[in-house]
């Protein structure tokens, strides 16, 4: 018997007993979308995870520090290596050397260094702030709500976090957003902001007096140290954030092109120490810089953890956020399983309602199989013949039941306000398939039952 003609049959026989047939695909749609969305909510809890993750430090950062040991912070020499206050730095060799390291994206050096902001009345304390390469600028793909990053050869140019205005207050008062919950009013992107590097100075001139410009008391002291130069330093942008209270890694930071940082620098402090940076036993600083840390992105999430290890065994410092994703990865499993446990059992209802419909269906056509086995049809065609009609009552739910998922996933999104619920288009495929093989399971044993039918009892059978 030709394919089509068995699928003709088994449509004919389905369409004939409408009520059975619909009520027996109701249950599979029911079963198929309770999995589809079970599943759903522990993907789309486990991309809220690592989205809250990637926020706080990233996927695939890893972030490298120096060696400890080799000069103190109070400058006494210790064991390693033998008062070298290079010892352990960090440096364009060692950048090279991570860079080179397999499954290693992205290997930038940064560079903090401390300054104070100025815009009108409103002032910051000594700020951190960053300096990256620019390919490891371009890695963390911002969003901006103005500008954007600088570009290559541009002169020093700052990016400000999202919420990086809370940080100023009014220099006279010393009052800002958190006593007064009014945000200083600086259009970091149009109003000139000037930028003190030598801090040192800043705090020594604020101490002595010298207030015309930092807001302090003139009759302070009598001692009269000349106020640090204050530079101007453009905004290439304003990273993206959602009001006041939308905190992100970068939120509170101030960062640029580590190349025009370094240039910047040099020039303010020309031949001085530049703070933060090791100075030779005369006291005159070493001609190259070196670097706070390293940010190093991996290819993947899953070789973060050999990239880490391998920085390790250089001899640095490695920190990453690879533990909390894998916790992450196995609570998700975990809440998968369980989730898709639950809607397990309402497939298993519609397997059993599959089964009984199709034992129906051989009873009420007894005399059918009988009079196609007297005129000689095959004994498997008759086995495909059920089989075929349990697989459309399968794909049939399958296919609803995906499109009932789809709906109510919209549904549960709208309420949430987020994607709660997350169902890739292989969630949809293994639902179908799923369907298919669970009315190909459940049809099985009464196809068997039909073709062991005797012929002569079926035929005798009212």
């Known amino acids: 018997m030709r394919f089509s003609d068995l699928l003709r049959m088994s449509t004919s026989s389905l369409v004939k007993r409408k009520l059975r047939t619909i009520l027996t695909i109701l249950g599979v749609v029911i079963g198929i979308a309770s999995i589809v969305v079970m599943v759903s909510l522990g993907l789309g809890l486990n991309q809220q995870s690592m989205e809250m993750i990637e926020q706080y430090g990233g996927l695939t950062t890893i972030t490298v520090t120096e060696q400890y040991g080799g000069y103190s912070d109070s400058g006494s020499d210790m064991a390693l290596g033998n008062g070298d206050p290079t010892f352990g730095k960090i440096t364009d060799a060692t950048v090279e050397a991570v860079k080179a390291l397999e499954h290693v994206k992205v290997a930038s050096p940064v560079l903090n260094f401390q300054c104070v902001l100025r815009s009108g009345p409103y002032v ?63 259009d970091f992107m149009e109003s000139p902001v000037f930028t003190i590097f030598d801090t040192e100075a800043y705090h020594a001139s604020k101490s002595s007096g010298n207030s015309e410009d930092f807001g302090g008391d003139a009759t302070a002291s009598a001692e009269n140290k000349t106020p640090p130069r204050k530079y101007m330093i453009h905004a290439a942008g304003i990273l993206y954030g959602e009001g006041q209270d939308d905190y992100r890694d970068y939120s509170f930071g101030v960062y640029c092109d580590i190349e025009a940082l370094q240039k910047t620098l040099q020039k303010v402090f020309r031949n001085k120490p530049i703070p933060g940076q090791p100075v030779k036993k005369n006291g005159s600083p070493y001609r190259n810089l070196f670097y706070s ?78 009079v196609m086995k007297v005129l000689g049809c095959d004994l498997k065609d008759i086995r495909r013949l059920f089989l075929l009609e349990a697989t459309l009552i399968g794909a049939f739910g399958g296919l609803l039941g995906d499109v009932l998922s789809l709906a109510a996933s919209h549904i549960i999104n709208a309420v949430t306000e987020t994607t709660t619920s997350l169902i890739p288009l292989w969630l949809y495929a293994v639902g179908f398939a799923f369907a298919i093989v669970v009315g190909v399971i459940a049809g099985y044993f009464p196809s068997k039952r039909a073709m062991q039918l005797s012929p002569l009892a079926a035929i005798r059978n009212e």
Not at 150 to 176: M, R, V
Not at 354 to 370: D, F, K, P, Q, V
């Open 124 to 186: 910051s304390e000594p700020y951190a702030a960053y300096g990256y390469s620019l390919e490891g600028l371009r890695s963390m793909n911002w969003k901006f709500s103005a500008g954007g990053l600088p570009e290559e050869g541009d002169e020093l140019k700052f990016i400000y976090g999202n919420l990086i205005q809370q940080e100023f207050t009014n220099a006279s008062t010393g009052a800002g957003y958190y006593e007064t919950g009014v945000l200083p009013e600086i």
């Open 293 to 370: 840390q390293i940010y190093v992105r991996a290819d993947s999430v899953d070789n973060m953890e050999e990239v880490q290890d391998a920085i390790t065994a250089m001899g640095y410092n490695a920190y990453s956020n690879f533990e909390w994703i894998e916790e992450t990865r196995e609570q998700s499993r975990s809440q998968q399983a369980m989730l898709g446990g639950i809607g397990a059992v309402s497939l298993l209802v519609a397997a059993i309602g599959i089964a009984n419909t199709m034992m129906m269906s051989i009873y009420e056509r007894t005399r059918e199989i009988g």
